[in-house]
């Protein structure tokens, strides 16, 4: 079950962090779009993992791609966590570039696990299926609990004499978030 959080968490853990980043993000609720158009590029992944079995008629390690996964997730999200509100401007505009590479690596790596978790899953009983399964599920019940735990979107207040609505401070920042998803997949290859 553990070995499987690796896969979905960090993305569907953007999904969950976004009325947070969203904020600060120069594109505002734009931003969306853009991650949404980042993980379907990203799905570029698991086709060259099948050309690669395709090339390489014999069986390819899984292992590797599994560790290689991992650890590119860890440091992409350790680079989120440090990085998330940091922006460059292209054509004049600013934009979160840093943080849209970094969601379209942990798509790819997403994707990708789809294809070799179970490819290397075959090497056990089918029955340790289940639990693959039962630790992809948890990659975003985790997030959403964790955001729940953290106060995203918490209720918004209306001071009197105001036009403008304020919302309460989140108990910990976007940045903390990230971290501790860098603890849970650290946990994953165990």
Excluded at 82 to 93: D, E, F, L, M, P
Aim: glycine share 6%; hydrophobic share 50%; aromatic share 14%.
């Amino acid at each position: 079950v553990i070995f499987a959080l690796s896969t979905w968490l960090d993305v569907n853990g953007v999904w969950v962090e976004l009325p947070l980043i969203v904020n600060e993000a120069p594109e505002g609720w734009a931003l969306p779009s853009y991650l949404t158009l980042a993980i379907a590029l990203s799905n570029i992944g698991p086709l060259i993992i099948v050309l690669l079995k395709l090339c390489f008629k014999q069986r390819l390690n899984e292992r590797i791609f599994i560790y290689i996964e991992i650890i590119v997730g860890i440091i992409s999200c350790a680079l989120i966590a440090q990085y998330w509100n940091k922006t460059s401007y292209i054509a004049g505009r600013e934009h979160s570039v840093f943080f849209l590479i970094l969601v379209f690596l942990l798509g790819t790596l997403d994707t990708t696990s789809s294809v070799t978790y179970a490819d290397y899953m075959k090497r056990y009983h089918a029955s340790l299926l289940n639990a693959l399964y039962l630790g992809e599920s948890l990659t975003s019940l985790i997030p959403s609990v964790l955001a729940s735990i953290q106060g995203v979107g918490g209720e918004a207040t209306c001071p009197a004499n105001s036009t403008y609505a304020e919302y309460s401070s989140p108990r910990f920042s976007v940045q903390v978030y990230f971290w501790i998803f860098v603890a849970i997949i650290l946990l994953s290859p165990r």
